[in-house]
């Protein structure tokens, strides 16, 4: 078994994604009004619409607690809106707001900077295998991991 945390996958892909994390929220401080958990959020509403807020404590890897916390204090800014499911009064559905979306297109730009910083050095093709690969790392593990 390797032991070097340079070649352990978990390690390493975990290590870039906190990286990228610092990152963004140092570059984020002077041009989003948004925290990354709730850029995160918005990234997540963006790509699959209107969805309950448990979903969306799953996808954020948080507890249902802590999203509402978190969602309460969007829904102040207006960057977020909720209702009642009307199949399921329990649940409370979440969609963003115009003004979150135009925020969005911000944290946009702001990962577009980091992926240019990350992949400095890198080809063209080299960006576009890696990002494949990663795609196919996540097929593999999505039928496992979501049954």
């Known amino acids: 078994m390797?032991?070097?945390?340079?070649?352990?996958?978990g390690f390493l892909v975990a290590d870039v994604g906190r990286l990228t994390g610092k990152r963004f929220d140092d570059l984020a401080r002077s041009s989003l009004d948004l925290t990354?958990?709730?850029c995160r959020a918005l990234a997540y509403l963006a790509h699959y619409?209107?969805?309950?807020?448990?979903?969306?404590a799953d996808l954020?890897?948080?507890?249902?607690?802590?999203?509402?916390?978190?969602?309460?204090r969007m829904e102040?800014?207006?960057w977020i809106a909720r209702r009642p499911?009307?199949?399921d009064r329990r649940e409370r559905m979440v969609r963003m707001t115009e003004k979150a979306a135009q925020a969005l297109e911000r944290a946009r730009r702001v990962g577009d900077v980091i992926a240019e910083e990350a992949l400095r050095g890198f080809?063209?093709?080299?960006?576009?295998?890696l990002?494949?690969?990663?795609q196919r790392v996540r097929g593999n593990l999505v039928g496992i991991v979501d049954r």
């Open 2 to 9: 390797e032991t070097n945390l340079e070649k352990r996958f």
């Open 36 to 38: 990354r958990a709730q």
């Open 49 to 56: 619409g209107e969805i309950n807020q448990v979903r969306l």
């Open 60 to 72: 954020m890897e948080v507890a249902p607690i802590s999203a509402g916390r978190l969602l309460d």
């Open 76 to 78: 102040e800014g207006d």
């Open 85 to 87: 499911n009307p199949h």
């Open 123 to 129: 080809t063209a093709q080299e960006s576009d295998q």
């Open 131 to 134: 990002m494949a690969m990663l």
